[in-house]
């Protein structure tokens, strides 16, 4: 089974500031997707980006990028400019097409004023 | 954009009865929707694939008696809890796909249940 991990459980950052969370997956497939879902407070899931593992290059969202090294199964989220909004857990995400979704254990991100 | 919602936002219920959780894709048809469990600072563990029109497909060590999930429409799929324990009390969240070939999944806001 696929497995996604999440090393930081826990990661502060203060407002303004740049912070980039860590996510590495085990897979023997080479077509796959990989997310980031916010789920702030009120416990709604919110997707903040997506990789298609295909795509060399990385993606971005606004104040949102990934680091995405296939060779190495690491798929970091970097959020810069971070905002009190930003504070909530996150967690990633994997998907090999027509297959369930994997989750990693979630980080909790707090944005100091 | 792609809204699912769920109903009862939360629900408190005796030892030993039964309780449905409704989730509705308001804006699109849903073939496949997944249910899944979170307990408090975990992460998101998933229970059950349903595809509308068939049988749900269930993960390891989910009991398909227990937990029977219903997929009849296309925008609306049911988990009922049956025989609650404490132990099922937890928030479960259910997502939706346009299709199962789809890479993005829409999310409901969860139900919090509580079982007495």
């Known amino acids: 089974a696929q497995t996604v991990t999440q090393s930081q459980p826990e990661m502060s950052v203060q407002e303004a500031e740049t912070v980039t969370l860590s996510c590495t997956y085990d897979?023997?497939?080479?077509?796959?997707?990989l997310f980031w879902y916010k789920q702030p407070p009120s416990r709604q899931m919110i997707l903040v980006i997506r990789?298609?593992?295909?795509?060399?290059q990385n993606a971005t969202e606004n104040r949102f990028s990934v680091n995405f090294q296939k060779a190495a199964k690491s798929f970091s989220l970097k959020i810069s400019d971070s905002q009190l909004g930003d504070a909530a857990m996150y967690f990633c995400?994997?998907?090999?097409?027509?297959?369930?979704?994997?989750f990693g254990t979630g980080t909790s991100l707090t944005v100091i004023p | 954009g792609a809204v699912v919602s769920q109903h009862p936002s939360w629900v408190i219920c005796k030892s030993g009865t039964s309780v449905k959780i409704e989730c509705r894709s308001l804006?699109?048809?849903?073939?496949?929707m997944f249910w899944y469990r979170q307990f408090p600072k975990q992460s998101l563990m998933l229970m059950a694939t349903?595809?509308?029109?068939?049988?749900?497909?269930?993960e390891q060590g989910v009991e398909k008696d227990k937990f029977l999930i219903n997929h009849a429409s296309l925008t609306l799929s049911t988990l009922t809890v049956t025989s609650a324990h404490p132990e099922d009390s937890s928030f479960y969240i259910c997502?939706?796909?346009?299709?199962?070939?789809?890479?993005?999944?829409?999310f409901g806001p969860g139900t919090r249940l509580t079982v007495l």
């Open positions: 997502s939706a796909s346009q299709s199962s070939w789809d890479n993005e999944q829409f």
């Open positions: 897979t023997s497939e080479s077509d796959y997707y």
């Open positions: 990789q298609e593992a295909y795509k060399q």
């Open positions: 995400a994997y998907r090999r097409l027509g297959n369930q979704f994997y």
């Open positions: 804006d699109f048809q849903a073939t496949t």
């Open positions: 349903s595809n509308e029109g068939s049988k749900a497909t269930y």
